[in-house]
């Protein structure tokens, strides 16, 4: 079974401030995973992932991600974070086993950037 | 491009009623996929198609819940007698599967489905 966990609802940062968003996960194996951002009444869009390589990603809009498989996390960041980035973040995992395409998302984590 | 879309943005409908949801993906894209997501809860996998045939309906709750893809591009999510709880956003997402840049699902804006 592959399950997400966001231990935080809410995450509020001063803009030009740095931001940390938490996700930890759990698969049996090595695992495929990403992050969605979500803006009100729009679907949710693609910012990074992780599948393989070197553990520090990069992905849209200035975030990146760190894997830890020790630690089992994928945490979202941005070394200064801007008002627009106030939105709902997902993290999602995927078992790499053949013939399972399907994501597990977390609860989402609420990021509002203070003016 | 373009991206995926749904229809309708938004479904009323009364309880015992039967609904069905459309998804258009992305041009090319083989994989397509169903997720729902319910009032403050990340989307949860209902069933990924790769061409015509469903590959993985582990996630539909129950036969209420129906889904087709029959020329491998458009998909229909059906649900019959809807039900109160069925009430939620029902997202569809393509991918395009054979490259090693095809891992992310992309999302269309989804439906919402209110049952009264």
């Known amino acids: 079974a592959q399950s997400v966990a966001q231990p935080e609802d809410q995450v509020n940062v001063a803009e030009g401030n740095p931001l940390t968003v938490k996700c930890t996960y759990s698969?049996?194996?090595?695992?495929?995973l990403f992050w969605y951002v979500q803006y009100p009444n729009r679907g949710l869009q693609f910012l990074l992932k992780?599948?393989?390589?070197?553990?520090l990603v990069k992905g849209s809009y200035g975030f990146e991600a760190e894997f830890n498989k020790s630690q089992t996390s994928f945490h979202l960041k941005k070394p200064s974070a801007l008002v627009s980035d106030s939105a709902l973040y997902f993290c999602a995992v995927r078992d790499p086993n053949y013939g399972n395409e399907k994501l597990t998302f977390g609860t989402g984590t609420r990021l509002t950037i203070i003016p | 491009g373009a991206g995926v879309s749904q229809t309708p943005s938004n479904k009323v409908t009364e309880k015992g009623k039967y609904v069905e949801l459309r998804c258009d993906p992305i041009s090319g894209h083989t994989a397509l996929y169903w997720y729902r997501q319910s009032l403050g809860q990340g989307p949860e996998f209902l069933i990924y198609f790769q061409g015509t045939g469903a590959a993985d309906d582990s996630g539909l709750p129950n036969d209420r819940f129906f889904a087709v893809r029959p020329e491998g591009s458009v998909s229909t999510l059906k649900i019959q007698r809807t039900e109160r709880g069925d009430s939620a956003v029902y997202l569809c997402?393509?991918?395009?599967?054979?490259?090693?840049?095809?891992?992310?699902?992309?999302f269309g804006p989804g439906t919402r489905l209110t049952v009264t």
């Open positions: 698969v049996s194996g090595n695992p495929y």
């Open positions: 997402a393509s991918s395009f599967r054979g490259a090693p840049s095809s891992y992310e699902q992309y």
């Open positions: 992780y599948i393989t390589g070197d553990n």
